[in-house]
């Protein structure tokens, strides 16, 4: 079962017998366990899921109710509630776990509906006083669910979810402050506005005075700007049909690459429950309409004998990659897994891959302005291609856990 179902069957539970789930256990049992099992955890195996993890804590007995050890050691503690108590406060309890543990760096409180997480984003091991990402599974958006699946086994880097603690932390202090300003306009703000158009010294009598009409202003102005957002999204909107149906009227204008086109880039075989493509080097040269000596990494390599054979999803993410190897003339084939967050990992176990790069995709990278390291990932080579758009390149998988176990 996915996430996405585990998510969907989780919804049903709560509907359906919340009245039923009455005290912490249950709802350890019917919602917390079902989850990290969504997440590729493997409940069932005390060093990877430990209940009730006892750790020397400055108070006796004290025990975390799960410790989640990835490479056999903790990373993620996990304070359970009853699905009847709602999480109003912040985690004191969970608090003291988290400066247990260096290698801990993500603390989890949840109810089995609210997921509320935790990292050290002010001070090393000390863990913050407010979540910076709450997960709702009742009530939950796309970015929300893009979010929840980067704490999955497969995934989890906990360098890249500091960076979305990060930038979700900012934004919602960011947001705050805005809605505080626009609510309530301090003196410092309102000084600014009116010295933006006018020159004179401001008094505090003229801001006291001027504070309502900025209030009454400030409002006005997101209305216009809502109603000028929604204006531009209907004509933007009109214009995209009328171009719909003049396209449909010009049934001999050519889209960028063909159906023809894009079958030619390769064959189709069935490879451990999934589809896989051997990309067709001939067509790709064609298509790239480069010459052979602008070939390159970032750009994408058809004389290259390795390969993108599929792209593993899960949701609307890319989690990782079937990577294929011709040999003996492209006669025979070798495939590796390569989860999306070990790119790097597999170029320094391949270095000719790093030199030659790929036949259908562009090696790219993003720089962590904190540490300036550097996160690769792959892309098609194909102006205005995505990977997704080639016929069954694109492979979502039931259990991604077991098939990166099946081959390497």
Known sequence: MNLIETLDTLNKVVNDNKDLIKNEESTKQFLILPLLRGLGYDIY???EVTPEFTAD?????EKVDYAISINGAPKIFVEAKSVNNKITKSAPQLSRYFSTFPSVRLGILTNGVEYHFFTDLNDANIMDPKPFFVFNI??????DFNNLIKFSKNLYDYESIKIMAESLIYSQSFKSVIKEIFDTPNDDFIRFVIKERFKFKVTQQFINTARPLIQKSIHEALSELISEK?????????VQESAATDIATQEEKRVYYS???????GSYEDFEGIRIVLPNSESYKKLMKLSTDVYSVDKGNPISDFFV????MQGSSIVGYLIGQYYNKQEDTTLYTVKSNEIAKFLSENPIVEQTGFINAKLGYRTNKN???KTYYLRSCLTNLSFKDIPNLASKV????EFFKSIQ
Request: proline share 5%.
């Open 309 to 312: 054979s599929s792209v593993l």
């Open 398 to 401: 039931d259990n991604l856990d």
């Open 138 to 143: 009742t009530n939950y958006t796309d970015e």
């Open 45 to 47: 195996s005390p060093q």
């Open 57 to 61: 804590f400055h108070k006796k007995n």
């Open 371 to 373: 540490n300036n390291e």
């Open 259 to 265: 159906p023809e086109e894009i079958e030619s880039l």
């Open 230 to 238: 929604f204006e531009n999204v209907m004509q933007n909107q009109l």
